[in-house]
T-cell receptor
Framework: SQKIEQNSEALNIQEGKTATLTCNYTNYSPAYLQWYRQDPGRGPVFLLLIRENEKEKRKERLKVTFDTTLKQSLFHITASQPADSATYLCAPWRDDKIIFGKGTRLHILP | EAQVTQNPRYLITVTGKKLTVTCSQNMNHEYMSWYRQDPGLGLRQIYYSMNVEVTDKGDVPEGYKVSRKEKRNFPLILESPSPNQTSLYFC??????????FGAGTRLSVL
């Protein structure tokens, strides 16, 4: 069955450094992959989308890569700030079906 | 302001008492869906709708009903709630079944 894996442990990063989050998927060939941010008790908010024919996408301090050979997406936040602390969800999509990963909790330490 | 509105935000009820959680969007989106989120399990899709009068099951539809009589509204109905339906529920809408816009969530406790 389709499986999405994100870092299950929380990630602690020093302020100003680059945070890198991983999303691996198996038994699945998504046409595109989305990343969302979720703050405690609130709904996820869309951040970035990358298509299967794109290697990299950027938006301000955010960068997403998509390696269909490795079946992996990496999400980077450069010059991280305490306000970036949240849970980040990856969500591959194919054939009208989106599956959300369980998310990685990111803590940016001042 | 573009938004997805869920009501109520918090609900405590007892086993077997029918309830409805409303969801409304003002973005003229065709696609709407309901998710539940539980610790350790992530977001799981309950039902979705691709247009008025078109609904389909997601991954965990048992114990839930939905209807889509108008484009903007997509209520979630629990005919006979049970304690295992205690969860955080999110409604979402999307223009092209792609980028999802989520509501603020409804925290439901079934005693």
């Amino acid at each position: 069955s389709q499986k999405i894996e994100q870092n299950s442990e929380a990630l602690n990063i020093q302020e100003g450094k680059t945070a890198t989050l991983t999303c691996n998927y198996t038994n699945y060939s998504p046409a595109y992959l989305q990343w969302y941010r979720q703050d405690p008790g609130r709904g996820p908010v869309f951040l970035l989308l990358i298509r299967e024919n794109e290697k990299e996408k950027r938006k301000e301090r955010l960068k997403v890569t998509f390696d269909t050979t490795l079946k992996q997406s990496l999400f980077h936040i450069t010059a991280s700030q305490p306000a970036d602390s949240a849970t980040y969800l990856c969500a591959p999509w194919r054939d009208d079906k989106i599956i959300f990963g369980k998310g990685t909790r990111l803590h940016i330490l001042p | 302001e573009a938004q997805v509105t869920q009501n109520p935000r918090y609900l405590i009820t007892v086993t077997g008492k029918k309830l409805t959680v409303t969801c409304s969007q003002n973005m003229n989106h065709e696609y709407m869906s309901w998710y539940r989120q539980d610790p350790g399990l992530g977001l799981r899709q309950i039902y979705y709708s691709m247009n008025v009068e078109v609904t389909d099951k997601g991954d965990v539809p048992e114990g839930y009903k939905v209807s889509r009589k108008e484009k903007r509204n997509f209520p979630l109905i629990l005919e006979s709630p049970s304690p295992n339906q205690t969860s955080l529920y999110f409604c979402a809408s999307s223009r092209d079944r792609n980028i999802q816009y989520f509501g603020a969530g409804t925290r439901l406790s079934v005693l």
